[in-house]
């Protein structure tokens, strides 16, 4: 079974600046997907990037960018130009490409928190 | 707004109680998946649906069910409620089973067993 580990439960970062979040995942799978979702005090999932195994390339979305090391299986967030409202719990999921279903796997999360 | 609908909000039951919780996906999306985020556990997936057929399931107990119907909206059936159910129970939805198909999330049902 896959196991996403995120190591930092809670991380702080000083507004505009840049914060990374890790995680990283344990498969035996060669086509996967992975996703950062983060959940504000609203409670709801929100979409922040995703990742497609066979892609080389990192993903970017605006202020949002990962560091996908397949080799390495780890697939960190890196957050620049911090703002307020990227407080949030942030979770790493990982789904698989194959026939074992299209459930997405969670970590634990990190709580970012943004300093003014 | 992901576009996907649950109702209720919040909801506050006894032990012992059944509750349904439902969903509407995004317009178009014909899957459906249930899942569970509670302190002890996480988050957690619970069961998917695809358009009306049961097509994973997870560590869904056996006191809960679910099923989609022909509108593909979802409804999931807790019964025999325990003090350990108590969580928020999301729903999300997306278009088809391939490819990087993101999972769309509802903004969740709060239960709360007393």
């Known amino acids: 079974a896959q196991t996403v580990t995120q190591s930092q439960p809670e991380m702080s970062v000083q507004e505009a600046e840049t914060v990374t979040l890790s995680c990283t995942y344990d498969?035996?799978?060669?086509?996967?997907?992975l996703f950062w979702y983060k959940q504000p005090p609203s409670r709801q999932m929100i979409l922040v990037i995703r990742?497609?195994?066979?892609?080389?390339q990192n993903a970017t979305e605006n202020r949002f960018s990962v560091n996908f090391q397949k080799a390495a299986k780890s697939f960190s967030l890196k957050i620049s130009d911090s703002q307020l409202g990227d407080a949030a719990m942030y979770f790493c999921a990982y789904r698989s490409g194959g026939s074992s279903g299209d459930k997405l796997t969670f970590g634990t999360g990190t709580r970012l928190a943004v300093r003014p | 707004d992901s576009g996907v609908t649950q109702t209720p909000k919040h909801l506050i039951t006894a032990t012992g109680q059944r509750v349904t919780l439902r969903c509407s996906p995004r317009?178009?999306?014909?899957?459906v998946y249930w899942y569970q985020q509670s302190l002890d556990q996480g988050l957690q997936f619970l069961i998917q649906y695809y358009n009306g057929e049961e097509r994973a399931k997870g560590n869904i107990l056996e006191r809960f069910s679910a099923q989609q119907f022909p509108d593909l909206h979802s409804e999931l059936n807790l019964s025999s409620l325990e003090l350990g159910d108590s969580a928020l129970y999301f729903c999300?939805?997306?278009?088809?089973?391939?490819?990087?198909?993101?999972?769309?999330f509802g903004p969740g049902t709060r239960l709360t067993v007393l």
């Open positions: 990742q497609e195994a066979y892609k080389q």
């Open positions: 498969t035996s799978e060669s086509d996967y997907y």
């Open positions: 317009s178009g999306d014909l899957s």
């Open positions: 999300a939805s997306s278009l088809e089973l391939a490819g990087v198909d993101t999972q769309y």
